[in-house]
C-alpha cells in the first residue's frame, strides 16, 4: 500500500483553515475529494500543520495512503487537474515508506508573517498581508523577538482551545526583514502551539509602534497568562512555507 | 488651480486597462469617478503609461488639476476612500507645478514581467504571473535581451495599433533574475512601444525554451516584421513598477 508525500500550496482566504469540519469547506476536504476522484478510495489525509481559516501555505506537507499504486507524477498532475480552481495546487509529489508521517515526522517548521506597512489600502496583496499604517520599530521588533528565542513556556502565547501536552516550545529563529514597505517575519521551530505565531505578531507589533517596550517580553513569558501577551493577528498575513524531516 | 501627481497601485484584472473607455470599466474611470466625489469637478486624469487590460501597476504614475486646493494628504485618504474595494489605491500624492506632466514630463519608465516556472497551477499568484511548465534557460534568455539593449527600430516588436510616431526606442535594462520558480524580467526606458514589453517577453521565452537561439534577436530586429517575433505574452504577469522624472 503506497504512501505519498505531497507539499501544497494554497490560499486560505475562502476554506475554514486546513482541519476538516463537519459544517464548512477545508483544505482537507478539497484534497480528499480530489484523491476520491482520482482513485475512487476514501482517503484520509494528515498534514504537518493544521493551519487556521485564511492562513496561506506554499510548502504544507500531507501524507496519505493508497490502495493502488500510481506513479507520483501521476498523483500530482491528477490532483492538480480535480483541484483546478479550488485554490490548492500540490507543488510536489513523492512516494514515501510507510514510516513517514505528515505531522509526527517533521523536526522543522517554517512561518512567514507579513505585514505591510504604508497609509494607501492593500490592493495587489489583499487578504495577503496583515495592513498597518502606524510607523513600526523594526529594530525594536527584533529586540522583542530575540527574548522569544530558545525553550520557554509558552503559556501566555497559546490560545485558549489548544490541545498540546505541553506549553514548553523551542524557537530556532525569528528574524525580521524590511524591504519597501513589506516586513516579513520568518519564524521556525520543531512546532507551535495554536495561534502561537500570531499571538507573538500581536505581540511584536504593541512592541513595534511604541505602546510596549522590547524588555516587556520576558515578563509576559514568565506570568504564563494569555491576557498579558497581545491580541491575536489576523491569519491572512500567516504562510506555512516549509517543512523539514 | 492646483496639479497634482498620484502614484497609484492596481490589479489590473478587472479593469479594460488604464485608458478610459465608452464601453468598458477602465482604471481612468474609477479614479475620475473617485476624484468627482471628492470635489464635484469633472476633471481628466493624465497617466504615464497607458497599461493594457489585465497588467497591473505599483508605481504608475498619474496627474490632474482641481479648481479647490487641498492638501495632497486629504486627496489621497479622500480616494483611497471612494476608491474602496475597486482594485486601486493611492500610494502617494504630492502637490506639483503646473509644468508637470505624467506622460510627457516622463525620462524613464520601469516594467517588471513574471514568469512561474513551475508544473503546479498557479494559486497564490493566480492573475499574478505568467505560468510556464516547461524549462527555460535563463541564460540563453538573457544573452538574447542583451541584443536589445540600447537604441533600435523596434518595429517587429509593436503592436499594430500602436500610435507611436517613430519605432525608434532605446532600452536602457533588461535584467532577468530567478529564484524559487519566479523569473522576473526588469526593464526600462524612456518609452516603449504599445505591447513592446508583452513581444519582447513572447519571444525570449522561445529562447528559453529553446525554440529559438539567442542570436535570431538581431535577425528580427532587423527584419521590420512584427511576425518574425514570438506571439504577445499575457498581460497578467506584467507591471508597470516606477517612472522617472
Redesign the interface.
Known sequence: MPRYKLTI???GTRFSGFQRQSNAYSVQQAIEEAIAQLCVEEVTVFAAGRTDAGV?A?GQVIHFDLEKIFPAEIV??AL?YYL?NK??????AEEVDENFHARFSAIERFYQYVIIN???????EAN?AWHLREALNIEQMQQAANYLLGTHDFTSFRAQECQAHSPIKTINQINITDQNDHIIFHLNARSFLHHMVRNILGTLRFVGNGKWPAEIIPEILEAKDRAKAGPTAPPYGLYLTKINY
Open positions: 500550496e494554497y490560499d496561506h506554499t500530482q498532475r492538480n483546478k485554490s490548492v495546487a500540490i507543488i510536489k504604508r497609509p494607501a489600502p492593500l490592493v495587489l495577503r
